[in-house]
């Protein structure tokens, strides 16, 4: 049986299912509550009610019986009240459309309506900067337990899930928020392109994520001066490093199909030098897109990456090369380089035309691929690190 345990702030009226009527204000028990409270002090978590009918963050972790101090927010910018239901799983949209059916009574109950299912509750509606506090045990059956703004016309997006010892799914495959909701907690909102300057996986710890118009991202080390890797599909969720210390990973929409182990350019010889020295000067975003610039020994290098087909095209500007220039591509992809000429795995761009080169990059065995638009920025802007 799920337990929970409630108490309200000194300053706002807190309620469990069924919530008390106007004007009462005392804690009604919980059937089937556990006999003995944890005695740990409560894990602070701040849920705000945010513009565009949306929670954020759009879903929490708890381990079962696990202490928590909801600190509750309205701050939603188009002045409209919310209140927060949490319910037993797969049972929003019950209290949604019991919700609606409240009539008259609704505003007076803070349109939440009586249901076995309601494990907790604001008890009444939260007004424009408005802030409830709400503490209690988290259910100790696992499970995925949904809160809901059940105010009529909002619950049917304005919904969120909290895992109680249960693991969360990536962002951009989790059923159990709404998809305008998801989009809001991907790096960049869901626009393409957009650049993300954040610790990756499997990268330095200067890296930049960008993605790109359509459906593919990629991952460049600015430490080593090189794309880390690429995937396809949603972008970037940062929810963890912007909530914690700043130090926690960016977590891809989906695994990589392509990663490098080492540089493609290589100068005098075809063979990379671990000895020479690279530097990241910095980028410059045209369209949205970054022109990365770096120097590899004395070498400058200007690097785009843009959408091409089934992949991508890897654009360079080498303004001071006066010889010819190799291309050793590495990992999993299938290579193209017009400009080249092929031995051995290698190509070998000459000096005549290896001022301004592309290098193309398919996937192996592509699936078929979903196109989403994007605003596109016309501004251009210098970034240094």
Not at 2 to 31: E, F, H, M, R, Y
Not at 80 to 96: A, R, W, Y
Not at 230 to 237: A, N, R, Y
């Amino acid at each position: 049986m799920l337990g929970l345990l409630l108490s309200v702030s000194a300053s706002t009226a807190l309620s469990q299912a069924p919530p008390p009527s106007a004007g009462d204000s005392k804690v009604l028990p919980v059937a089937s509550a556990p006999k003995a409270a944890s005695t740990k002090k409560p894990r602070l978590v701040t849920l705000q009610m945010a513009e565009g009918l949306r929670f954020d963050p759009p879903r929490l972790e708890a381990q079962p019986g696990e202490v928590l101090k909801f600190e509750l927010e309205n701050v939603d910018i188009s002045h409209q009240p919310h209140n927060f239901v949490l319910v037993k799983p797969g049972q929003v949209q019950e209290v949604v459309k019991l919700s609606m059916e409240m009539g008259e009574t609704g505003p007076n109950k803070g349109f939440i309506p009586e249901h076995p299912s309601i494990l907790a509750s604001s008890g009444k509606v939260v007004e424009p900067d408005g802030k409830v506090s709400l503490t209690f045990t988290a259910p100790m059956e696992p499970g995925i337990y949904g809160y809901v703004c059940s105010v009529p016309g909002h619950g049917m997006v304005m919904y969120g899930a909290l895992y109680v010892g249960t693991p969360m799914p990536p962002l951009a495959k989790d059923l159990n928020i709404p998809q305008l909701t998801l989009e809001k907690g991907l790096a960049g909102g869901g626009r393409r392109p957009f650049v993300q300057r954040i610790f990756m996986p499997q990268s330095g710890p200067a890296s930049i994520a960008v993605a790109l118009p359509g459906s593919l991202n990629y991952c460049f080390d600015a430490g080593n001066c090189r794309v880390r890797y690429v995937w396809s599909g949603p972008f970037l969720d940062g929810t963890k490093h912007w909530r914690g210390s700043g130090k926690d990973l960016g977590e891809m929409g989906d695994q990589a199909w392509w990663r490098s182990t080492a540089s493609l350019l290589r100068f005098g010889g075809g063979k990379e030098d671990p000895s020479i020295e690279t530097k990241f000067l910095g980028y410059t975003l045209n369209d949205g897109l970054p022109e990365f610039h770096y120097r590899i020994g004395k070498q400058e290098v200007f690097q785009t990456v843009i959408p091409s087909g089934k992949g991508v095209e890897m654009r360079f500007r080498l303004p001071q090369v006066k010889s010819k220039v190799s291309v050793a591509p590495d990992g999993e992809g299938l290579w193209k380089c017009p400009d080249g000429v092929e031995r051995k795995g290698v190509f070998e761009v000459p000096s005549g035309k290896a001022k301004g080169f592309s290098v193309f990059l398919e996937r192996k065995d592509q699936p078929p691929q979903k196109e989403a638009s994007a605003p596109t920025s016309k501004n251009s802007h210098l970034h240094t690190p």
